[in-house]
């Protein structure tokens, strides 16, 4: 623990998001610059617990499902950005995370509410700690590709490139063996590249980099793939059982619920996976100069359910310029304090 009286003697300072009325101009991501002493203070306010329910889910007797579902080495790592350690801090966090930069970014941070200090203190800025010490690593050249030094011979295919898929091949290739991911859509990432809009997690410098980082160390990438029953112009997954000595599927849930009510069959009425692939398809082919994608410019938009999918389409249709939007959300309005 560097600094024993530190969640005594600082605040929680959050890092800023960028202007609202800036960012709202634009799809680039909303996070503001590192302030590398801001960070080491906000560090220093880690209480090294006895027992960090920060780090684990299944060690937090109130709520088993807090806490960090990788076992981030979070104190640990806490630490060494508070001392300046930075590319130590890295080798900490990738020892549990294969991707920071994602969790960084977008992970809703059980960690933070099971952070001991949250008892009584707002909690240690865990996930702003995160996102510094990979974009610093990438910055300073620290995250390089790291092939296997030998080869199993064994021969895994994995059915998706979302998060479980792309953590998946890294691991299996870490250990030795030879890795194809196939993807249906036209780019890696699953929910990385199309279910979270570019605001929230850049494609071309934070998906795409790690993607080819992970191309770099031998890993095989198929897209606009398919893989079903090889009909229909899909991909038989007999065929890829065949031909391989383990098959891994890793596939998302893209089946929305819908709603059976009156009016759902009008027009205008979309899902909102529907909305946000497009949107993000387009930004990537054209910068939206292709009008493929469902746009809400002078629209008066309703957006119902308030979760994570939910805002992103809030944030989307903002950047459309839309006329007016209005959320439905099932639960209660959050205390004010």
């Not at 092939?147 to 994995?158: G, L, N």
Request: glycine fraction near 8%.
């Amino acid at each position: 623990m560097g600094k024993v009286t530190g969640f005594k003697e600082h605040d929680r300072l959050s890092a800023p998001y960028r202007d609202p009325l800036e960012r709202l101009t634009d799809f680039d991501e909303i996070y503001t610059d590192h302030d590398s002493d801001r960070l080491a203070t906000q560090a220093s306010r880690c209480m090294d617990c006895g027992v960090p329910f920060c780090q684990s889910p299944d060690i937090n007797p109130l709520n088993a499902r807090s806490g960090c579902p990788i076992h981030n080495l979070i104190p640990e790592w806490n630490d060494l950005v508070y001392t300046g350690q930075w590319e130590d801090a890295l080798h900490r966090l990738h020892k549990t995370n294969n991707f920071p930069e994602f969790t960084g970014r977008v992970c809703p941070a059980p960690c933070e509410g099971s952070c001991v200090l949250g008892i009584n203190s707002p909690a240690v800025t865990i996930k702003n700690i995160e996102m510094a010490i990979i974009d610093r690593g990438f910055l300073e050249g620290w995250v390089k590709p790291n092939p296997p030094s030998s080869r199993t011979q064994k021969h895994v295919a994995i059915v998706g490139s979302g998060p479980a898929g792309l953590a998946a091949a890294a691991q299996l290739n870490s250990a030795g063996h030879q890795i194809t991911v196939y993807e249906r859509e036209d780019r890696i990432g699953g929910l990385l590249m199309y279910g979270i809009p570019n605001m929230k997690l850049d494609k071309k410098e934070v998906v795409n980099r790690r993607v080819e980082l992970l191309r770099q160390e031998g890993i095989e990438f198929i897209v606009n793939a398919d893989v079903g029953d090889g009909t229909n112009g899909t991909v038989a997954v007999s065929d890829i059982a065949s031909q391989t000595d383990a098959l891994l599927l890793t596939t998302g849930a893209t089946v929305p619920r819908d709603l059976k009510i009156p009016g759902r069959e009008l027009n205008g009425v979309h899902f909102a996976m529907d909305y946000l692939t497009a949107n993000t398809k387009s930004l990537l082919n054209s910068d939206l100069q292709d009008n493929q994608y469902i746009n809400a410019e002078g629209k008066d938009v309703i957006v119902i359910g308030g979760g994570d999918t939910g805002t992103d389409c809030l944030g989307t249709s903002l950047r459309h310029r839309c006329n007016s939007l209005t959320n439905f959300e099932l639960f209660p309005s959050p205390p004010s304090k």
